[in-house]
Nanobody, 123 residues
């Protein structure tokens, strides 16, 4: 059974850090394009960071230099280290996978989605 399960969300103060993890079962993430998305209530999903099928990483401008995405092939997980968090980073973060696309830094279709984890940054 294919599943993506996120963990690590929570509430932090501005400037704090969180580490999100996405555990995949039922497929090998090393051959997939993997990405983290964010979504605010009533708004569209927006890609935040991820790893293309060729292994290169990408980041949206608002998080570059603060967030680090990594893939652990042995554990079959995709992680997102979030540092220097700001109130505007508050959202639900979900991981997703696509088997066929080489690059997934846009809002194109993804094959599998996790349920999401809430990140709240507030003083």
């Amino acid at each position: 059974q294919v599943r993506l399960v996120e963990s690590g969300g929570g509430s932090v103060q501005p400037g704090g850090s969180l580490r999100l993890s996405c555990a995949a079962t039922g497929f090998d993430i090393s051959s997939y394009c993997m990405a983290w998305f964010r979504q605010a209530p009533g708004k569209s999903l927006v890609p935040v960071a991820g790893i293309h099928r060729n292994g290169s990483s990408f980041y949206t401008d608002s998080v570059r230099g603060r967030f680090t995405v990594s893939r652990d092939n042995a554990k079959n997980t995709l992680d997102l280290e979030m540092n220097g968090l700001r109130s505007e980073d508050t959202d639900i973060y979900s991981c997703a996978a696509n088997k066929y696309r080489e690059y997934c830094s846009d809002n194109g279709p993804m094959n599998y989605w996790g349920q999401g984890t809430q990140v709240t940054v507030s003083s």
